[in-house]
């Protein structure tokens, strides 16, 4: 059975960094592709970034620049990197992982 398990959220202050943790069990973690989501209160649920297993990204258009997102195999664990933190980043974030499992969320809150 697929695991997820998110860490790293909290509060910080615009301008600031957090860095996002996502352990994954219940699979061989190296073939398959990551991510990470987020869902803002009345808003539908956004692609942030994406990593394939071979190391491949996508970035979604708000966060390019400002977030990176990278895997460590012999951890099975995928990590996002948050800089420059703005208000709008706001969610909470969903780590994924192909094709449709995902974290229980850990909430990102960024105050102004």
């Known amino acids: 059975q697929v695991q997820l398990v998110e860490s790293g959220g909290g509060l910080v202050q615009a301008g600031g960094s957090l860095r996002l943790s996502c352990a994954a069990s219940?699979?061989?973690?190296?073939?398959?592709?990551m991510g990470w989501y987020r869902q803002a209160p009345g808003k539908m649920r956004e692609l942030v970034a994406t990593?394939?297993?071979?190391?491949?990204?996508i970035y979604a258009d708000s966060v390019k620049g400002r977030f990176t997102i990278s895997r460590d195999n012999t951890k099975n664990t995928v990590y996002l990197q948050m800089n420059s933190l703005k208000p709008e980043d706001t969610a909470v974030y969903y780590c994924?992982?192909?094709?449709?499992?995902w974290g229980q969320g850990t909430q990102v809150t960024v105050s102004s």
């Open positions: 990593i394939s297993s071979g190391g491949s990204t």
């Open positions: 994924w992982r192909e094709y449709d499992y």
């Open positions: 219940g699979s061989i973690f190296s073939i398959n592709a």
